[in-house]
């Protein structure tokens, strides 16, 4: 968020200016169409501290969401916007056949309708039809039916009802002459309690209602004293950083100027999806990831998150812009900008069943700030995704491996595998290794690399360089197989080591002849002082995320296999096919080479990537090391009690989170996900809302409309210890042979630069002299 401090002088409002509420309805009757004869004890939030969160389960809402069915609708020719009409009575007429019919072409006529009146009378006529159906039709919808929605969820949860509670507030603040000051509507507003109230979907605050709220908070007249007032953010989701930081400055800020230990401000955060109801029609788009069905794709927010976002930066920007004037009402949520696809990573596949398509579930992190630093390329991440699932299902697992090796050529990587994005990810991951396997042993740098050259073998009292072999591989998944899916809950990888003699020298390279015993006793010095550095790079760094991301897509291609195994599924046709054109190369990697990236490693070999000075004599060294093999793919199954104390959570937000966008409750951390059926459940009729309770009793806890069922654990039955019975020792299916053909062969070269030395010795000798 784009933090705006306080002023040096509080910003209120000054001798002579007056206020007026403007507006208000009673609360009960706007949202509930009910009067309630008195307002109960228990209204408003619990609690006093700044920062509250309801303790109970994430809920969920429903809002009307109908022109999402319709979101592919072809632009309209200019005969067909001749037909329709333009008026309201037109648009009431097409609605009403609808309505009788259900049939999509009299939606579709009455959407046209609607474009004609919007030409008709916006100040820029020429908007694209796309961009109007996209950016006005269907966004303002979600914006008017999601906020009126929650505002209904919150007068009902918090009791907010009887005479006290009025609802959409206008305050004016003007000056002696008349001049405005500050105008802020507020949701509610208890006047016995003092107490203003803004509901927030989404969690996130508007700039010009803090500019607000800043003066108004402050004032004081003959007639209102708003100094004694609170103020309280009804949050529906995680409060984002700029609306702790900024609302938590201004408490802090009033707490100062009233001398009061109290908190003025509060956000009070209840954690509820909302979620569209709309109809699946033959103008719903769909997207072409996780869909074993050429013909058909997949639907989902995770799909509009990721396709909806900029390709660039400033692309995003651009975007970013145009979805902010359109969320009048912050009930779009964050924007096409609001994630962090370089983040994303698959959660969650369920049940591949014949015919019902794939529920999938991915998580990222969100933006900081995404109006300043929006997310982008998420559609190439997804794709990645997807793709990469598909390439593991279709090769068979002979074909998973890479090999860059001075010796072998000819010996890159499958030709098969290369024409795929996930094959380029692997090599690229390779060679990224080889660099960060460089730098790890430089000893000006790192420590370990220092303890690995002063214990290293030596010959003539120089320490031997590790000619060793290095490649990644998986460690064994953590995972919950459980609702007749897979949770991938941590999908690590390994860097490991072996010594290999090399065959390829550079001129002027000193190579060791060293025994076995010596050979045994670099490996143990490596792997203890050097190769954690470069498996948390792995692990960790942006430069590996897409072979993170990959891996994680070979999870669930291996649960695939399974689920197909026991019972033939629409993946059938596609595993172990070695088909893979559907899934080749794309955008700007289309043309990319495995023997272009073979090249560079070749020049990076020969002209080295990390130089540094040892001080046993004085030499410069260049390194190539490494390797990816995912021809296995280990995992171990967690028992239910674990996966319930560590992940209770899990189940309903990934279950929420195929047909909305919901955020993590421990994390700043986004679901999404979706389904490859090419038929979407996006949440069936709403069901009805629960009246409030009596006045003066205690609000029960809700489950509130749709709430899911806790998922049971799954205990061990007797005699179990939990896990995966069939799988004891941890593997996801033993896709490779235990020696897998062309498993890495990647190397480590002790090579000097016979240029480089004379340089160096040139240096030494100068500064002797």
């Known amino acids: ?78 005969q067909q916007l001749g037909q329709v009409g333009r008026t309201d009575d037109d648009i009431d007429a097409w609605d009403k056949k609808y309505a009788a019919s259900k049939d999509p072409d009299d939606m579709r006529s009455g959407i046209y309708a609607r474009y004609n009146r919007f030409k008709d009378t916006a100040q820029n006529p020429n908007v694209p039809f796309g961009k109007w159906m996209k950016r006005f039709l269907i966004n303002n919808e979600i914006n008017n039916h999601k906020g009126g929605a929650f505002e209904r969820k919150t007068v009902r949860d918090f009791n907010m009802i009887g005479p006290d509670w009025l609802c959409e507030v206008t305050i004016e603040i003007r000056d002696k002459d008349g001049k ?17 109230g803004e509901f927030k979907s989404n969690g996130k605050y508007r700039s010009n209602q803090l500019k607000a709220d800043k003066i108004i908070m402050r004032h004081k007249d003959a007639k209102f004293d708003f100094t004694k007032n609170r103020l309280v953010m009804y949050a529906g989701e995680k409060a984002t950083r700029g609306t702790t930081n900024q609302y938590g400055a201004l408490n802090k800020a009033l707490q100062g100027e009233r001398n009061t230990t109290g908190n003025p401000v509060r956000i009070y955060e209840r954690r509820a999806t909302g979620k569209g109801v709309f109809p699946t029609t033959k103008y719903s788009k769909s997207y072409p990831v996780m869909n074993p069905d050429p013909s058909k794709g997949s639907r989902g927010p995770l799909n509009d998150a990721a396709f909806d976002s900029g390709r660039t930066p400033k692309e995003a920007k651009a975007l970013q812009r145009q979805y902010q004037q359109v969320n009048t009402r912050s009930g779009l949520g964050r924007g096409p900008g609001g994630i962090d696809f370089s983040t994303l990573q698959l959660q969650y596949v369920g049940n591949p069943v014949k015919g019902k398509g794939l529920d999938y579930s991915f998580k990222a992190d969100y933006m900081p700030d995404e109006d300043e630093n929006p997310g982008y390329g998420g559609q190439a991440k997804l794709q990645l995704a997807s793709d990469a699932m598909f390439t593991w299902l279709a090769l068979t697992p002979d074909k998973f491996w890479v090999n860059l090796n001075p010796d072998q050529p000819d010996r890159i990587m499958d030709s098969a595998f290369a024409k795929t994005d996930a094959g380029r990810v692997l090599l690229e991951a390779d060679l990224a290794m080889k660099h960060d396997f460089a730098n790890a042993l430089n000893p000006d740098k790192h420590a370990g690399a220092r303890r690995f050259w002063d214990t290293a073998p030596r010959r003539d009292g120089m320490p031997c360089f590790p000619m060793v072999r290095l490649w990644i591989e998986p460690k064994t998944a953590k995972v919950r197989e459980q609702d007749g899916g897979i949770y991938i809950l941590d999908a690590p990888l390994k860097v490991s080591t072996e010594w290999m003699d090399v065959k390829y020298e550079n001129p002027g390279a000193r190579v060791c002849k060293l025994t076995d015993p010596e050979k045994r006793a670099s490996e143990t010095l490596l792997r203890a002082n050097v190769i954690p550095e470069v498996e948390k790079r792995v692990n960790t760094t942006a430069t590996y995320a897409d072979l993170r991301r990959v891996y ?13 195994a026991k019972t033939p599924t629409d993946f059938r046709k596609i595993i172990n096919s070695n088909a893979v054109d559907r899934w080749k190369l794309r955008g700007p990697n289309e043309k990319w080479s495995k023997t272009e990236t073979w090249q560079r490693y070749m020049k990076s070999y020969r002209e080295g990537v990390e130089w540094f000075e040892l001080r046993y004599g004085g030499k410069v060294y260049n390194q190539g090391v490494g390797g990816v ?42 679901y999404l996900g979706g389904n490859g059926a090419g038929e979407s459940d996006n949440g069936g009729t709403p069901a009805p809302s629960p009246t409030p309770t009596d006045p003066g009793k205690p609000t029960p806890t809700p489950t509130g409309p749709g709430t899911p069922d806790p998922t049971p654990t799954n205990r061990p039955g007797p005699g179990e210890t939990g896990g995966n019975k069939p799988d004891p020792d941890g593997d996801l299916a033993n896709t490779g042979s235990d020696t897998p053909v062309g498993l890495i062969a990647g190397i480590a070269a002790a090579a000097v630069a016979a240029g480089a030395g004379l340089v160096w010795w040139k240096r030494r000798r100068n500064a002797m002299g």
């Not at 994680?552 to 197909?564: F, L, N, P, T």
């Not at 560590?646 to 994390?667: F, M």
């Open 1 to 78: 968020m784009m933090l705006v401090g306080l002023p040096a002088a509080p910003a209120q409002a000054a001798p002579g200016d007056t206020a007026k509420i403007t507006t208000g309805k009673r609360c009960d009757q706007l949202h509930l169409g009910k009067k309630y004869p008195r307002t109960p004890a228990n209204s408003g939030a619990p609690g006093s501290r700044h920062h509250d969160v309801f303790p109970g389960a994430d809920e969920q809402y429903f809002f009307d969401n109908l022109f999402k069915g319709f979101d592919n609708l072809p632009a309209p020719t200019p």
């Open 180 to 196: 405005l000051v500050a105008r802020r509507k507020y949701d509610s507003y208890n006047q016995k309690l003092n107490q203003f």
């Open 552 to 564: 994680a897509s070979r999870v669930a291609a291996e649960w695939i296999r399974q689920q197909d």
């Open 629 to 670: 093999d995912f021809s296995k793919s280990p995992k171990r199954n967690i028992t239910g009690t674990r996966f319930q104390v560590e992940h209770p959570r899990l189940p309903a937000t990934t279950k929420t989170s195929v047909r909305a966008e919901i955020s993590a409750r421990e994390s700043d951390t986004s």
